[in-house]
């Protein structure tokens, strides 16, 4: 079974809807706040990979991207803080760097099945839920965050999420998935 999906929804999660302003804000100016925002991504990982936990090769994966997310985390803080000019560039490289470093954890921890049986294997492995969750977060607060990236230069102004695109958005998501699973 291909688990990627399930630490990409982990990974999509913890940057986006569970990181508020204040947060981000915290990460710029403490380590502590990148050492938070950090373990909030390995709690999201225990959580949506519980039924890999008795492989401890999954264990070792996620242990090296909360390790490497704690790096990549500071390192984008103070290349942001060395040249603000950069941060999109920052921005893009930080989430690169990220997706990286879970494809080759994911990778070398190689393919395995959820401890699982019955109704809860049959919930689980039906990876089209973990899909639409996924779509959901990049359809919704990924693009918003990203489209002020997109923007930055052009607008010299404080973030500020788009709450009608991003409903706007969900509501195809949601539509489009609701016909997918009508049909099937």
């Known amino acids: 079974m291909n688990y990627l999906l399930y630490f990409y929804l ?6 986006y809807p569970l990181q508020p302003s ?3 804000k915290f990460k710029q100016k403490r380590f502590l706040g ?6 909030v991504h390995l709690v999201m990982m225990l959580i949506i990979l519980a039924p890999f936990l008795y492989n401890p090769r999954v264990l070792l994966a996620i242990v090296a991207i ?5 790096i990549i985390d ?3 803080v103070s290349a942001d803080k060395t040249d603000p000019k950069k941060a999109r560039l920052n921005y893009f490289l930080d989430q690169m760097a990220h997706w990286s470093a879970i494809l080759v954890s994911v990778w070398c ?3 395995l099945t959820p401890h699982l049986s019955g109704r809860m ?9 973990f899909l639409f969750l996924l779509i959901l977060v990049l359809s919704t607060y990924f693009f918003d965050v990203t489209r002020y990236f997109v923007r930055l230069k052009m607008f010299k102004e404080e973030f500020k999420r788009d709450y009608t695109a991003m409903l706007i958005n969900a509501g195809i998501v949601i539509v489009a ?5 009508a049909a099937y």
């Open 22 to 24: 204040a947060l981000v």
């Open 177 to 181: 998935f609701g016909l997918y699973w």
């Open 74 to 76: 500071q390192t984008k």
């Open 66 to 70: 909360y390790i490497s997310h704690n």
């Open 10 to 15: 982990a990974h999509f999660l913890s940057d």
């Open 121 to 129: 294997l049959e919930l689980y492995s039906n990876q089209t839920i």
């Open 34 to 39: 990148v050492f938070i925002h950090s373990t």
């Open 109 to 111: 921890a190689g393919t």
